[in-house]
């Protein structure tokens, strides 16, 4: 408890700093400088008065001391990654429009979007932390039932387009909410993630949405060695490792085995042959590859493909939701194609540096799932209207046409600059729990201090 003469030293300088949450990290700091410059003075003899007296008057005047602060204690505001994110939505829209579909269509979706986004910006990330891991569980648990209740042709197709959105979206976010959750753990709090990842996984495979498997394997892959070298899950770093390495090791077994009897099954030869030789299948699953073939092939520089010759007048299929890039090659050619890739690969690049370069780990766990999700939504995308088919395509983020995608990764990207706004005053979150009882060694330590 702080007595009057430290609370008002406190106060006085957290009243200069003008952004709350700096002022709160700053407010903790002072008092543990002052105690502990007051058991030092207490150490040489003073009593605790005056001791407390004299580290007060060692920290400095308060009022000059808070302006100091104020001017490093800073929110970094994220302006030019919201513009880009802007520019890439608009392009999408402008776009749209000359394909003939009118901006007011966008207005609806577009303004939740703002508002989320907004929202997500101005939100305290250890929100999402603290409660993510909840939302995680409850996720899992509708996906279970919804396998164990129905097969995939027992839904309606639009419905389970929107699911697939959602969890392809924010799986990877949920799983590293639970993951940071495992705090102290140690081998019980691994396996407590992989169960959860293996739900998840599970849940993705069954409404066919590989693009969000591929982002929480990428997710788990990079943040959980990084979480064991950190030593969130405890000090036995080798036993985590190996236990991490084989629980991967199970699991790409158990997926193999799902390819094999897919293949067994012929499902998955039939994939591969729509894949390789559309034309197998010219007016099944193969017309789209064909044709987004066939429109790459003959695309140039700048301009419309010539429909002169045998190449004739087509229209692209979806062309402002799965085949929007196809029809921007078709319609106005490589060079905007560039353009636009290249501000997606910008976005992308700017996002993992900001992303690795975090010090808290709370501050990772929230970016980077979100810049997993929004790279592998990116590339499977682009794969498929540059004729590569493999996966069934989510969204190109904030540019193709797609209300559930857009309000989601609006809001996960309005997060993720919120934590790079404000990075310099991140804290990783100890639950009580967490904080007072550790399982290391087959022993349990409890931290008192």
Request: hydrophobic share 50%.
């Amino acid at each position: 408890m702080r007595s009057d003469v430290t609370k008002e030293y406190v106060d006085s300088v957290c009243g200069r700093i003008r952004w709350k949450k700096a002022a709160d990290n700053v407010a903790k700091e002072l008092e543990n400088h002052i105690a502990d410059q007051k058991n030092l003075y207490i150490e040489y003899g003073l009593d605790e008065d005056t001791a407390e007296r004299k580290a007060v008057e060692q920290m400095g005047d308060p009022l000059t001391v808070g302006d100091e602060l104020d001017k490093i204690h800073r929110p970094e505001p994220q302006i030019k990654m919201a513009v880009l994110a802007a520019l890439i939505f608009l392009s999408g829209v402008a776009i749209r429009a000359v394909g003939g579909i009118s901006p007011a269509e966008m207005l609806v979706p577009a303004v939740i979007a703002a508002v989320a986004f907004a929202a997500a910006y101005r939100c305290d990330c250890q929100i999402p932390m603290k409660y993510g891991r909840y939302m995680c569980i409850i996720m899992i648990a509708v996906g279970l039932l919804m396998m164990a209740g129905s097969g995939v042709n027992g839904f309606d197709r639009f419905v389970l387009t929107e699911v697939n959105k959602v969890y392809s979206i924010i799986s990877p976010l949920l799983f590293s909410c639970f993951v940071y959750s495992q705090r102290g753990r140690g081998e019980y709090g691994i396996i407590c993630s992989a169960v959860c990842w293996i739900a998840l996984a599970a849940i993705l495979v069954f409404i066919t949405s590989f693009a969000g498997l591929t982002a929480i394997a990428f997710t788990a892959a990079i943040e959980i060695p990084m979480l064991i070298k950190k030593g969130w899950f405890g000090e036995e770093k080798k036993k985590y490792t190996v236990l991490v390495t084989v629980l991967a090791g199970i699991a790409v077994v158990a997926f193999l085995l799902y390819i094999l009897v897919g293949v067994r099954s012929g499902y998955y030869l039939s994939r591969i042959k729509t894949i390789l030789f559309p034309e197998s299948e010219a007016m099944g699953a193969g017309y789209v590859t064909m044709l987004t073939r066939n429109i790459v092939k003959n695309a140039v520089l700048i301009g419309q493909v010539s429909t002169t010759g045998s190449f004739a007048e087509i229209t692209v299929p979806s062309f402002d939701t799965d085949c929007f890039l196809t029809y921007i090659i078709y319609r106005f050619g490589w060079l905007v194609f560039a353009v636009i890739t290249a501000a997606f690969a910008v976005f992308i690049a700017v996002g993992f540096y900001k992303t690795f370069k975090q010090k808290s780990v709370i501050g990772f766990a929230v970016c980077f799932p979100v810049m997993a999700s929004f790279t592998v939504q990116t590339v499977i995308y682009t794969m498929a209207n540059l004729g590569f088919r493999v996966f069934s395509v989510v969204s190109m983020p904030l540019f193709s046409y797609g209300n559930t995608a857009l309000v989601l990764n609006m809001a996960l990207i309005g997060l993720m600059l919120s934590v790079f706004r404000t990075s310099l005053e991140q804290r990783d979150l100890i639950s009580e729990r967490n904080k007072m009882v550790i399982f290391e060694k087959n022993r349990m330590i409890i931290e008192l201090k």
